[in-house]
């Protein structure tokens, strides 16, 4: 008499199974990430909506408005001025911060104690109570610098100094400084030979990190521009403010290039810090 074949009997999904699939971490953020996302989504929906009335959606999809923008002569010269300015701040900063970095970690150790409490000052004073400090300074006398560049590149370095310091004293005391500035004065290179050839291309990845950053950071500034300048050197946020009375599709565009714009330049020092922590575990 043949046997018949015993089916396994079908079991239901585990608890271990089901924990596995409902992760109650990963649902709460991601429900964070989709409310901050939110505001964006919409803004990005309305800068490419042709019309958006009472509906959820928009009656149709067009880049006329990004194309107005970047035609926009007013919206180029702003982006044009808040890149010089950004640079100018970044290329001074580096100038300044690169030698007193140096000493600290080869010369002079007590300047470092000096640093650490001076790049805590930006952070301790508000842009307001600085803004007005400068403006009673430099709004007339000898150096009469209001409404000029000249007094944003100067303010700029005092916010990202410390950024800027401190990405480029991490990267000091990672490679040993002292040591390859020993080794290369004894195979005849001078200070200034040994720093340029030996010391320098050390440091590229944390002067990138730092440069992108902080170039991130000042894109977005509105304080010091809008009271020290305003619509005397108009800047990509002072502009974004005088056209709050313009169409809200455009402003939503010019919103979202802002954004992007940001975020690429986050997305960039993110990603070379990843590559400088790889490099170094190699």
Known sequence: MA???????????????????????????????????????????????????????????????FVELWTTPRFVAAF??????????LTLSL??????ALLAHTRYPWLDRWMNTLILMPFAVPPVVS???????YAGGPLPLVGTPWI??????????????????????????????????????????AFFLVILPNLRGGVQIAIFLSFSFLVGEFVFANMLVGTRFETL???????????????????????????????????QA???ITEATR
């Open 3 to 65: 046997h018949a074949e015993t089916l396994p009997a079908h079991k239901g999904p585990t608890a271990a199974s089901l924990s596995a699939t409902f992760n109650p971490y990963a649902w709460i953020v991601g429900s964070v990430f989709a409310v901050l996302a939110l505001p964006l989504v919409a803004t990005l929906g309305y800068a490419l909506a042709t019309r958006w009335g009472a509906t959820l959606v928009p009656d149709g999809l067009t880049l006329a408005w």
């Open 131 to 137: 803004s007005v400090g400068l403006l009673k300074l």
């Open 95 to 100: 100038v300044l911060v690169m030698p007193v």
């Open 237 to 271: 946020q002072v502009y974004l403010n005088n056209m709050r009375g313009a169409s809200g599709h455009f402003t939503s565009a010019l919103v979202i290039t802002l954004f992007a714009f940001t975020l690429i330049l986050t997305w960039l020092g993110n990603r």
């Open 152 to 193: 944003l590149i100067p303010t700029y370095f005092t916010i990202v100094l410390p950024f800027m310091y401190r990405a480029i004293a991490n990267s000091l005391r990672a490679v040993d400084v002292q040591s390859l500035m020993d080794a290369a004065q004894l195979l005849g290179a001078g200070p200034l030979k």
């Open 80 to 89: 044009v001025r808040s890149l010089a300015v950004a640079v100018g701040a």
């Open 274 to 276: 990843e590559h400088t």
